[in-house]
């Protein structure tokens, strides 16, 4: 099984029940020379306890079950279409 998939498993097996709880859910991004990339999503995007939520518990969670697995790091992707309204907004009032 690629490294991929074992992480994706262990997504839907072990942390989305956990961020479910929370009404959140978890993207995987990517994965190079032992770092996760991943993307919190629904309630937990944009949380102020993520980083704790990364670390506590889709890190540990990872790294229980994959050793080569280094850090994950949350990525906060911004949707094109939202940056072009806030700057159209911005510039109105400047």
Known sequence: MQIEDRINEIFKNKVR????????????????????????????????????????TVEIALKEEIPEIKSVELVNYVNEDMLAMARKILSKRL
Do not use: R
């Open 17 to 56: 029940p956990h961020l479910s709880e929370h009404n959140g859910d978890i993207e995987f991004v990517g994965y190079k020379d032992g770092i996760v990339e991943v993307k919190l999503l629904g309630q937990c995007n944009g949380c102020i306890s993520a980083k704790y939520t990364i670390e506590d």
